[in-house]
């Protein structure tokens, strides 16, 4: 077998893969460096002088208490979202891959939700949930719930982790039912005759076979939550009350858009961007070495 | 990978160890009633089955593929419902009873192996499973272990063993639980050929020793003829016949069986026409449908033995495979197709076995004869056995 193709021409190889460099180039690096280069400058409240500061962006920041705040609150964010949609998904996905009848059907609705984006998944859990408007919170309520997400910012985190949650169950959903199914049938036989019963069969056999799904997905989940929770953030919270809901993109948005200040916005990009950097890092090294088991 | 690169202790049988009495089977005999399986689209796959293996017998279900044999022993495992019937185990029926609960070990096709469990823990888990002292695990594991010659492998993952590897590990985690029955669903289909002969040996030689009743499915006639003390032979969700192996090949009950047990298949002939119709008179013989002469039965003769069957045959074909030489031959005068079963030959084409390399050319006009004793006759729609 040749895996390497042989051209005629020189030039033909380089033209063929330019338009991809040039999107790279243009939409990825180019704006990353102009974030770099941003990160080492201060502008004044008037944007009339720029000056190069070296790292008194990032040094601000990491004076700054409110920056590791944000962080810690992230890392909430993200472990809260990921075990919870991982689990939940795990779970409808374990009774999806029972032989049931219309089985197509229901697998097929647990992933529309997939479809909807973001910030409707925001309108959409505000209109359930808006202390005011909304009907899951009138019953909330007399159920002797004080429910006011817009003034208590507890609650405003568990709307955020709800939504970003269940909207990527779907995701999940999808990866854990491929997963089960490519798990043998003979093999979980081979443990009920083994005298598993159903429980053990799932955590000694299942969720073990699983492991290389959930690795994956929970990279992938981390990720989600760290970046892609902006969308519902902004029409649900916008990062309040306070800063209640303030993740690092939101602060990124918030500091750099909101609050003029470009230089530390930058800054927050660029540590953003090594974050991500290193949970790639980390996501090729297992998922291509595939988690053993 | 070629099978040079294996270990030689892979293709050589077992030293006869003892074997310890912690390996000693309880034993138990299994008796399935009337059995049926239909599904809920209405699909009959098993019609109504009656086996009874013996104590410590070796029963081989053997049939083409979709002839209901693995839903059979499915159904004995416990992994599929019973429909209709009873299946009887050690004098308790367990139609209602968990696969866990029925005391059988299965060995599956693919093996079936937790993957991500070492050897020793393949082995183990179901011992842990029913809640064993960890010691008297480790005691029963390595003792397969060494009876199977796993030993130095016990650590290892099963995507680090060959494929007779991970079959032995199979087997040694059915061996430790020490059940009643052991079921084996095609076990050797996915090995290579000669790998597939001395684990076929080993097969017989463990359950000899262990003593353990087996059920066995295989749609491979010489691996049923080898292994069974008792065959069962299945077609379309039903027993064609049952008994021992050698009988079976004697005095096959249908056409079915006649042609689907001995390599090459017996030749079936319609009675119909004149030529064989003559040499079948004066016996009740001359009112039966079809007659069966197997290839090894028949002698390239000018003569015709008293009461038995001679026909010219011109030669088509010859293989030579050492030993012996198959010769394809035509009849000329065939009018009559016999209902087509598996195996089946062409109408009109006989095959003749002969010992040695000699053989007739091709074109040659022979007779070949074949003396009354060998001689099969069958009613016409090829289900009734007639005695000559």
């Not at chain 1, 892609?228 to 990062?239: A, E, N, P, S, Y």
């Not at chain 2, 070492?118 to 390595?142: D, F, H, P």
């Not at chain 2, 209902?339 to 040695?356: K, N």
Request: aromatic share 10%; net charge neutral.
């Amino acid at each position: 077998m040749q895996k390497q193709a042989i051209f005629q021409s020189k030039l033909l190889p380089y033209v063929l893969v330019a338009p991809q460099l040039a999107i790279v180039l243009l939409f990825f690096y180019w704006p990353a460096l102009q974030a770099v280069i941003q990160s080492f400058l201060l502008q004044d409240a008037f944007g009339l002088s720029t000056s190069f500061v070296w790292f008194e962006n990032y040094l601000d920041l990491f004076r700054e208490p409110a920056y590791f705040e944000a962080i810690l609150r992230t890392f909430f964010f993200s472990f809260a979202i990921a075990v919870s949609s991982l689990s939940f998904a795990l779970l409808l996905a374990v009774m999806a891959d029972k032989p049931l009848r219309g089985s197509m059907l229901y697998r097929t609705l647990l992933i529309w939700p997939y479809a909807v984006a973001p910030p409707v998944v925001g309108v959409l859990w505000i209109f359930m949930l808006h202390p005011s408007l909304g009907v899951i919170a009138r019953y909330l309520r007399a159920l002797g719930i004080d429910w006011n997400p817009l003034l208590d910012g507890d609650q405003a985190a568990t709307l955020i982790v709800l939504a970003a949650a269940w909207k990527q169950i779907s995701y999940n959903f999808l990866f854990f039912l491929a997963g089960l199914q490519s798990i043998p049938r003979s093999v979980l036989e081979a443990a009920a005759i083994d005298g598993a019963r159903p429980m053990r069969r799932f955590w000694t056999v299942t969720f073990p076979l699983l492991s290389p799904t959930i690795f994956f997905l929970l990279v992938v989940n981390i990720v989600y939550a760290f970046f892609d929770t902006f969308g519902i953030i902004d029409t649900m919270t916008r990062g309040g009350p306070g800063k209640s809901t303030e993740t690092l993109v939101y602060k990124v948005y918030s500091d750099g858009l909101l609050g003029g200040n470009l230089g530390s916005s930058a800054a927050q990009s660029v540590i953003l961007m090594v974050m991500v950097i290193v949970l790639t890092g980390i996501q090729f090294r297992f998922v291509e070495r595939k988690v053993t088991y | 990978m070629g099978s040079l690169l294996l270990p030689c202790s892979l293709v050589t049988p077992y030293s006869p160890l003892p074997i310890r009495y912690s390996l000693v089977q309880h034993m138990a005999n299994v008796t399935l009633r009337n059995v049926r399986k239909t599904y809920l689209g209405g699909f009959e796959a098993i019609k109504g089955v009656n086996v009874d293996v013996g104590d410590g017998q070796f029963c081989v279900l053997v049939g083409p593929s979709g002839c209901g044999k693995s839903t059979l022993l499915r159904m004995v495992a416990g992994l599929e419902t019973v429909t209709g019937g009873e299946i009887d185990i050690g004098g308790r029926v367990v139609n209602q009873v968990e696969p866990a609960d029925r005391d059988i070990a299965m060995v599956f096709q693919n093996y079936a192996l937790y993957p991500h469990m070492s050897v020793y823990n393949n082995m183990a888990y179901g011992l842990r499973n029913r809640g064993m002292a960890e010691a008297e695990i480790k005691t029963r594991v390595e003792e397969a272990a060494r009876v199977l010659e796993l030993s130095p492998m016990l650590e290892r993952k099963p995507r680090q063993l060959s494929g007779g590897q991970r079959q032995r590990v199979a087997m040694g985690r059915a061996i430790v639980r020490q059940p009643k029955v052991f079921l084996f669903d095609e076990p050797l289909s996915n090995l290579d050929a000669k790998l597939r002969i001395a684990m076929r040996v080993e097969i017989r030689k463990l359950q000899r020793r262990l003593n353990t009743t087996s059920i066995y499915v295989t749609h491979d006639q010489l691996e049923a003829m080898t292994l069974a003390d008792i065959l069962v032979v299945m077609n379309g969700g039903q027993v064609e016949q049952v008994g021992n192996p050698l009988a079976i090949y004697e005095k096959p009950a249908t056409t079915f069986v006649a042609s689907f047990i001995g390599a090459p298949p017996m030749n079936l002939m319609s009675t119909r026409p004149e030529e064989i119709r003559s040499q079948l008179a004066g016996s009740a013989a001359a009112d039966a449908g079809i007659l069966g002469i197997r290839p090894e039965d028949f002698v390239i003769t000018d003569q015709t033995p008293a009461g038995g069957v001679a026909l010219p045959l011109t030669v088509e074909a010859i293989e030579r495979v050492g030993a012996e030489t198959f010769v394809y031959g035509s009849r000329e005068q065939e009018e009559q197709r016999v209902a087509a079963t598996p195996g089946e030959l062409p109408p009109g084409e006989i095959i003749v076995r002969i010992p040695g390399t000699e053989a007739p050319a091709i074109g040659a006009k022979i007779r070949v004869a074949a003396v009354r004793t060998k001689l099969h006759l069958f009613s016409g729609d090829g289900r009734t056995r007639l005695e000559a």
